[in-house]
C-alpha cells in the first residue's frame, strides 16, 4: 500500500463509521480523493511511515481499531490517531484474538444477577439496562454487537430510544459489525450456556 492508499483508506474508514449513506465494503474503500490534496497535507509523512510498518490488512485494521475505540469517531482527529494509534491497535488485536473469552466472561459477570429478559426492557426511552452495562464498560462494543447478531436487540432500541448517546452506540454497532467475522452459532451456545446453565 502506497502512502496515498492509506491517506484514502483513512478518509474512507471515517466516512464508513460517520455517515450513514457510506459503506467502506460497498465502495471498495473507495474516496473522492486526490493526490495533490493529499501531498498537500503536513502530516502525509506520518501514512508513509504506517505504510513502511504495516501490511496492507493491518493498515485497514489499525484505522477500524481506531475508530472504534474512540467514543465518537466524527471528532476523531488524525493527531490522536498518531500519539494513542499504536496502543489502541494493540488492545483491539489482544480484544480480537480472545473475543470467544471475552463475551462469556461479560456475560457471566452481567448476567449473572440479573434477570435476562430485565436486560432489554426499555421503559419511558430510559436507558435500558443492558446499555446501561455497556456505558459503565461492563459490555464492550463487540459483545453488543454479538447480542445483536443473536438476538436483534437493536432494532427494538432505535424505535424506543431518541437518544444521541444511544443513537452513537448504535451506528457504532451497525458500522463496526462488518469488519467482525462472528460465528453465530458458537456464540449462542455460549450465551446459553451462561444463562440457561446448557452445555
Known amino acids: ?17 460517520t ?14 480523493v486526490t493526490v495533490q490534496s493529499f501531498y ?11 505504510t513502511r510498518q504495516k501490511s496492507d490488512s493491518e493498515v485497514v485494521e489499525f484505522f477500524v481499531a ?15 490517531i498518531i500519539k494513542e494509534g499504536e496502543t489502541n491497535y494493540t488492545q483491539w488485536k489482544k480484544k480480537i484474538q480472545s473475543l470467544a473469552y471475552t ?37 464492550s462494543i463487540e459483545s453488543m454487537i454479538i447480542l ?9 432500541f432505535d424505535k424506543k430510544m431518541n437518544d444521541p448517546v444511544w443513537n452513537l452506540t448504535s451506528m457504532k454497532i451497525k458500522k463496526y459489525s462488518s469488519f467482525l467475522n462472528i460465528d453465530v ?8 450456556e451462561v444463562v440457561l446453565g446448557e452445555k
Not at 498537500?40 to 504506517?50: A, I, L, P, S, T
Not at 469517531?73 to 490522536?80: A, F, H, N, S, T
Open 1 to 17: 500500500m502506497m502512502p496515498f492508499d492509506a491517506y484514502r483508506t483513512y478518509l474512507s474508514l471515517k466516512n464508513h463509521f
Open 19 to 32: 455517515k450513514d449513506s457510506y459503506d467502506y465494503h460497498k465502495y471498495c474503500g473507495k474516496s473522492r
Open 40 to 50: 498537500k497535507r503536513k502530516d502525509r509523512f506520518w501514512f508513509e511511515k504506517v
Open 66 to 80: 481506531n475508530f472504534v475505540s474512540c467514543s465518537d469517531p466524527e471528532r476523531l482527529w488524525i493527531g490522536e
Open 103 to 139: 463475551f462469556k466472561s461479560e456475560m457471566e459477570n452481567v448476567f449473572s444477577t440479573k434477570k435476562f429478559d430485565d436486560m432489554f426492557y426499555i421503559t419511558n426511552s430510559k436507558h435500558p439496562l443492558l446499555f446501561k452495562e455497556h456505558l459503565q464498560g461492563n459490555l
Open 148 to 156: 445483536d447478531k443473536i438476538l436483534g436487540y437493536k432494532n427494538q
Open 185 to 192: 452459532f458458537r456464540y449462542k451456545r455460549i450465551l446459553k
